[in-house]
């Protein structure tokens, strides 16, 4: 098998990709080798793209085959070749406090703004090279965290087990979700949808979904996942209209996922009721302008940033999936090849193919 070419599509400068060949890494024994199935597009891969950092394979929402595992990864990870799992994108340390307390997600050893290594993000410089999932093959570091994948479930939603995790992260273990709450969701993309299925599969009273014009179709699925309401704000008010809605009250949480500029989070501010939550997952990459944190204190708001999902998170969110108690094929819109990884890309980004929610790339397609 090490005579044989693993193709990759490898991004070589600002929004371009091209596909390599490599070679099948030898395996030692607390490593191990993953045949790609599937691996979502998402939407960090977008910011990823548009810079310049060195050949590296993308794709971190990884679905596949165990090929190979050496004896000592085979007791450590609990898999044998041939089982279907997902791949978290976060190589820990396992040793550190953040390992030993489950926040594995937050060891510096993964963190990929200072220097650490992960699935998706690392260089093909740094060897063996096989480090995302839009490749044939990717290397199966000592360190590598999985879940197992059901049998029955297709492909392409099984590769939203990471987005739907972080859905479940923020807006039930961090949001608190629940009964008796409602939830308002600003941005209504795989992330928000992810968050609608969270906040519905919680029992939350009330789910409000906003976003603009051009999400029509998204607020559709919205409320197929089990929003009550959808609010357009470019043709409705927010605050007047989640005003109506709650009769006055306000919501209880607010889940920021919007791509957009900084405005959702002042707008956050004023529809969340005293003692309510805010949740920012969405990056602005600009300071707020307007921000005044006097109202943070005169309504005791609790504000939090979020990322990245816990393993619980991903545990349900694959449970969720494999119950097939929604209609997730609504969100995973289109497939794509290894040779058209950079049309996938710029789909999430809108400037590809129009009406994408969740984009997925099949390497063997």
């Not at 597009?41 to 679905?63: A, F, M, N, Q, T």
């Not at 990870?77 to 406090?97: N, S, T």
């Not at 999902?309 to 494999?322: C, D, F, K, N, Q």
Request: aromatic share 8%.
């Amino acid at each position: 098998m090490n005579s044989q070419k693993v193709m990759a599509a490898v991004q070589v400068g600002h929004k371009q990709t091209e596909v390599q060949a490599f070679n099948i890494p030898d395996i030692p024994d607390d490593a191990g080798l993953l045949k790609v199935e599937i691996s979502g597009v998402c939407g960090s891969d977008w910011p990823d793209y548009k810079k310049d950092e060195g050949p590296r394979i993308l794709g971190h929402e990884v679905v596949g085959y165990i090929e190979k595992v050496g004896k000592y990864a085979q007791e450590r990870w609990g898999v044998k070749e041939g089982d279907r799992v997902a791949l978290e994108e976060y190589l820990p340390c396992g040793h550190c406090r953040r390992c030993r307390t489950g926040e594995f997600r937050l060891c510096s050893a993964t963190d990929k703004w200072n220097g650490g290594i992960r699935f998706g993000f690392t260089g093909t410089s740094e060897q063996p090279s096989l480090w995302g999932g839009y490749s044939q093959y990717l290397y199966l570091h000592p360190n590598s965290v999985f879940h197992k994948v059901p049998d029955h479930v297709p492909a392409n939603q099984a590769a939203l087990a990471l987005p739907l995790g972080n859905g479940i992260e923020w807006t039930i273990n961090e949001g608190g979700a629940g009964p008796g709450k409602t939830v308002l969701i600003q941005g209504p993309g795989q992330q928000g949808l992810s968050c609608v299925l969270a906040a519905k599969q919680a029992g939350a009273d009330t789910i409000i979904v906003s976003g603009l014009t051009a999400d029509k179709d998204r607020f559709e699925v919205a409320k197929k996942f089990g929003a009550d309401y959808t609010i357009d704000v470019q043709k409705d008010d927010l605050v007047d209209k989640v005003s109506e809605i709650t009769n006055g009250e306000m919501v209880d949480l607010v889940i920021d996922v919007a791509a957009g500029g900084p405005a959702t989070v002042t707008l956050a501010m004023e529809v969340v009721k005293i003692r309510g939550t805010i949740i920012i997952g969405g990056k602005k990459h600009q300071e707020i302008p307007g921000f005044f944190s006097d109202k943070l204190m005169s309504k005791c708001i609790t504000m939090k940033g979020v990322r990245g999902h816990s393993y619980e998170s991903v545990e349900r969110a694959i449970a969720l999936i494999a119950s097939e108690k929604y209609p997730l094929h609504e969100m995973c819109t289109h497939d794509f090849g290894l040779n058209e990884v950079d049309l996938a890309l710029k789909t999430v980004g809108g400037e590809g193919v129009s009406g994408a929610i969740h984009v997925s790339v099949d390497p063997w397609k």
